[in-house]
């Protein structure tokens, strides 16, 4: 049977209180509205005057609730931060898993105009697979994805300057592209606008740069200095 056994029949609150001087603290079961509106019939509570702690292996605190505010910290006895604020110092960390293969592991951030979704999609996603993906969950569009197995540095943002490098860990300008890159569009729609100069070079070994799609080998060519000036409109 059970070691203790509190009961208070049909009606009134099974708890027990804790007093002292004027501070009452309880836990148990109570009648709807039980010092608290919004508690129903049968609800498991615990009310404490002070901060509420979680300790384990003696007096280590794993979780507190704080008493000013609510916030809820693991790992620290001082949430002041954040509603949830979770500190450690080894290799820990926090982790969303959904077990089903075809289930998607999600953080949802909201505020009152929209929603944002970070989330890894499941394993029978077809071609996204297992991939990351930044959604906008009050649109429905994907602004953002990086697919499993992506290789290293597909997209670097440098320190200090703020230079983005697609395939290279040092990129020298705003836009580093360490391969070949492609402008796709439509046929009236598929070209590259800059608003100063245009750059065309080529490596010394027998490089070559073109505009069109024709061969390279031509009867026609220009190969000195200076020797090209393009202006007007």
């Known amino acids: ?13 099974s708890v027990i209180e804790f007093t002292r001087n004027a501070s009452n603290s309880w836990i148990g079961v109570g009648d709807a509205g039980y010092l608290q509106s919004g ?15 979680f300790m384990t292996n003696g007096n280590n605190a794993r979780m507190v609730i704080d008493e000013a505010n609510g916030n809820v910290g693991i790992g620290t006895t001082n949430p ?3 509603k949830l604020q979770v500190e450690f110092a080894t290799t820990d960390g926090v982790m969303i898993r959904n077990t089903a293969a075809s289930g998607n592991a999600l953080l949802y951030l ?6 944002w979704e970070l989330y890894v999609r499941g394993d029978s996603a077809g071609a996204f697979a297992n ?26 943002i440098a320190a200090t300057t703020g230079n983005v490098g697609i395939g290279t860990t040092t990129p020298s300008s705003l836009l580093t592209v360490q391969g070949r890159g492609e402008f796709q ?3 009236s729609a598929s070209y590259l606008l800059t ?7 080529g490596f ?6 073109r505009f069109g799609t024709d061969a390279t080998s031509h009867s026609n060519y220009i190969t000195a200095t200076n020797d090209l000036l393009i202006s007007g409109d």
Do not use: C, M
Not at 39 to 53: H, P, S, Y
Not at 204 to 209: D, G, H
């Open 39 to 53: 508690i129903a019939a049968g609800d498991f509570g615990i009310q404490a005057e002070g901060a509420l702690w």
């Open 195 to 201: 608003g100063n100069t245009l750059q065309v070079g």
């Open 1 to 13: 049977g059970e070691i203790l056994h509190i009961s208070k029949g049909v009606t009134g609150n």
């Open 131 to 156: 991939e990351f993906r930044i959604d906008d969950g009050t649109s429905g569009a994907s602004p953002f994805r990086i697919q499993a197995a992506a290789p290293s540095n597909s997209l670097v």
């Open 185 to 187: 569009g439509t046929a």
């Open 204 to 209: 010394a070994s027998v490089a070559y740069s």
């Open 110 to 115: 909201k505020n009152p105009s929209r929603q």
């Open 80 to 82: 002041s931060s954040a």
